[in-house]
């Protein structure tokens, strides 16, 4: 009986080591629930600056902030059916996109909007812009057509047998699109296609340059780093994956459903791994709109998320027992490229802030900020947008300061 006794002592013991051994995320994001739009869910988001953005849904929604998000209103443009896409390329110049074909755009921040000739026979699936003149948008009628007087008239150059989704160019000849079963590419300006990747359910697209990007398929996000000729395939732990982006090669963000939920994925190794930084009990996450690493925000059924610090990663509490004293330990590795694991000690609980921050004294990065339990914690910090140089980190508290040097090496 004894033996029972101590080996189910045992087991609890380590049990709560077990639980002890938490993440918590210094990444917040904050939901607001819009009750001014009549329950329609919003297809698309888009950030042209900090305070200035966009979106669009059911039933000609389209609202603006021009506070960073905290407050929304709605945008009276003629239209009650499904706004389907819309691009902005400054605070007053956008166009938007329905269901029934037609384009519409502003030149004066959405006060009044121009009518464009209706262009298909089904919906606009989405705008790309290269300057204020040149555009493109895709229907899902198969069709792409070109505008090069900043959408007053369009003109059809390319139409396949395939619904076309998101459209991406680099120039005016080099540019990229997705279909329910392909990617495709094109190098002279839009006439014709190569399609490769032509198993799965391509629902969104996005590239960082000519060679690298990624496209969503179901459950899964494939990578290039070839301008689509090969494609790797990489988990992710949602079932639709409707929207992405990425801010640089290793950093970005995947949003969409799992089950009845809204989910936020995020990576920092470029899409080999995914955490879950968000979930929205049943709802939708569509789109996704990021103007730094840091600022973003995100549309599903009738609310808008938002987060100011979307970059920071989730910290590690490594073991429960109680250290006896404070302490900040050296970086590792260091030198680093681009990542690099940084561990402290905590002896007691209380109000904890690590900060990184360059050779003049600026604070470039905010890793923890908030008020932690005792104990002991690991963090890994990704580099990846700042220069090479050497950097320092402080931990401070409310009775303990220390600050270390590490170095960045690219």
Avoid at 98 to 108: G, H, I, L, M, P
Avoid at 333 to 350: A, L, R
Avoid at 383 to 398: C, D, I, M, Q, R
Wanted: glycine share 10%; with cysteine.
């Amino acid at each position: 009986m004894k033996t029972k006794i101590f080996a189910f002592g045992i087991f609890l013991f380590c049990s709560f080591l077990f639980i002890q051994s938490v993440s918590f995320s210094q990444s917040v994001w904050t939901t607001q629930y819009l009750n001014n739009i009549g329950g329609n869910y919003l297809r698309r988001v888009q950030f042209v600056n900090s305070l200035t953005g966009w979106a669009c849904g059911g039933n000609g929604t389209l609202i603006k902030t021009t506070n960073g998000g905290n407050n929304w209103s709605v945008v009276s443009n003629g239209t009650t059916s499904f706004l389907t896409c819309i691009y902005f390329i400054d605070e007053n110049t956008g166009w938007i996109g329905s269901e029934d074909a037609v384009v519409k755009k502003t030149t004066n921040g959405g006060v009044s909007w121009y009518s464009a000739p209706i262009l298909t026979n089904d919906f606009s699936a989405d705008f790309f812009f290269l300057n204020d003149q040149t555009g493109y948008i895709t229907s899902h009628d198969n069709k792409i057509h070109k505008t090069t007087n900043g959408g007053l008239s369009w003109n059809l150059i390319n139409s396949s047998s395939f619904a076309y989704g998101q459209i991406q160019f680099f120039n005016e000849m080099t540019g990229y699109v997705v279909a329910p079963s392909y990617f495709a590419k094109s190098i002279d300006g839009g006439l014709n296609w190569t399609r490769t990747l032509y198993d799965g359910v391509n629902q969104a697209m996005t590239f960082i340059n000519q060679q690298t990007g990624w496209i969503t398929g179901t459950n899964s996000i494939r990578k290039t780093t070839d301008g689509g000729d090969t494609w790797i395939n990489y988990a992710i732990p949602m079932t639709f994956p409707y929207a992405l982006k990425f801010y640089t090669p290793s950093m970005g963000w995947c949003v969409g459903a799992s089950g009845s939920n809204a989910v936020i994925c995020r990576t920092i190794n470029g899409g080999e791994t995914w955490v879950v930084q968000k979930t929205e009990l049943n709802n939708v996450y569509y789109d996704i709109s990021f103007i730094n690493s840091n600022s973003g925000w995100v549309s599903g059924n009738s609310i808008i998320s938002s987060t100011t610090n979307g970059a920071l990663l989730s910290v590690n509490q490594i073991s429960s027992s109680v250290p006896d004293k404070f302490s900040l330990k050296q970086n590792y590795p260091n030198p680093f490229n681009p990542e690099t694991k940084i561990s402290f000690d905590v002896k007691n609980s209380t109000f904890a802030s690590l900060k990184i921050f360059d050779m003049t004294g600026k604070e470039v990065k905010t890793l923890v900020n908030e008020n932690i339990s005792a104990g002991s914690y690991e963090i890994n910090f990704n580099a990846s947008e700042l220069n090479s140089g050497v950097y320092f980190y402080t931990l401070k508290t409310n009775e303990f300061t220390e600050t270390k040097k590490m170095m960045l090496v690219k």
